[in-house]
């Protein structure tokens, strides 16, 4: 079994900050979400930094090491570094914006905002699963409010 470790996110001010703090550091990558407006980076206990541009709509990034490999998520991003050669070995457009690592593994499970998605080793997706709210409330004669703004059935 591969251990797996959460890798800390390190914020910065400015893009300019962020390239300032990992210079001359061993970086693997520059991961850019669309409209990139906050800055940081993650860093490895061996000494490999990951600088990130993203979006801010209020999630932070995410990252796992597994083993050589770190898989990072964040925005519409989910990415694969070998750091053992010190190179990205995969990107992905999630379907929508990504939430969270669910399994680590063949394959790679992640959610985003309505569902999970099933990604190979190479960052090909096997599958999605959409899960699909409420999206319309239709009363019945059956149906009454309840005072806490909840529906009752009356038998």
């Given at each position: 079994m591969?251990?797996?470790?959460?890798?800390?996110?390190?914020?910065c001010d400015y893009r300019s900050d962020m390239e300032a703090r990992t210079s001359g550091e061993k970086v693997v990558g520059t991961l850019l979400t669309?409209?990139?407006?906050?800055?940081?980076?993650?860093?490895?206990?061996?000494?490999?930094?990951?600088?990130v541009g993203y979006a801010n709509i209020g999630l932070m990034p995410q990252a796992i090491?597994?083993?050589?490999?770190?898989?990072?998520?964040?925005?519409e991003c989910l990415a694969g570094y070998d750091l053992?050669?010190?190179?990205?070995?995969?990107?992905?457009?999630?379907?929508?914006?990504?939430?969270?690592?669910?399994?680590?593994?063949?394959?790679l499970i992640v959610r985003d905002e309505?569902?999970?998605?099933?990604?190979?080793?190479?960052?090909?997706?096997?599958?999605?699963?959409?899960?699909?709210?409420?999206s319309k409330a239709i009363r019945s004669p059956r149906h009454q409010?309840?005072?806490h703004g909840g529906i009752t059935l009356r038998v």
């Amino acid at each position: 079994m591969t251990k797996l470790d959460m890798l800390k996110w390190v914020a910065c001010d400015y893009r300019s900050d962020m390239e300032a703090r990992t210079s001359g550091e061993k970086v693997v990558g520059t991961l850019l979400t669309s409209d990139a407006n906050t800055w940081g980076y993650f860093q490895t206990p061996e000494g490999w930094h990951l600088n990130v541009g993203y979006a801010n709509i209020g999630l932070m990034p995410q990252a796992i090491l597994a083993g050589p490999c770190m898989l990072v998520g964040i925005n519409e991003c989910l990415a694969g570094y070998d750091l053992s050669i010190g190179t990205a070995r995969f990107f992905y457009r999630m379907p929508l914006v990504f939430h969270e690592f669910v399994q680590i593994g063949n394959p790679l499970i992640v959610r985003d905002e309505v569902g999970f998605v099933g990604i190979a080793p190479d960052g090909s997706e096997l599958w999605k699963f959409c899960t699909e709210g409420l999206s319309k409330a239709i009363r019945s004669p059956r149906h009454q409010w309840d005072n806490h703004g909840g529906i009752t059935l009356r038998v």
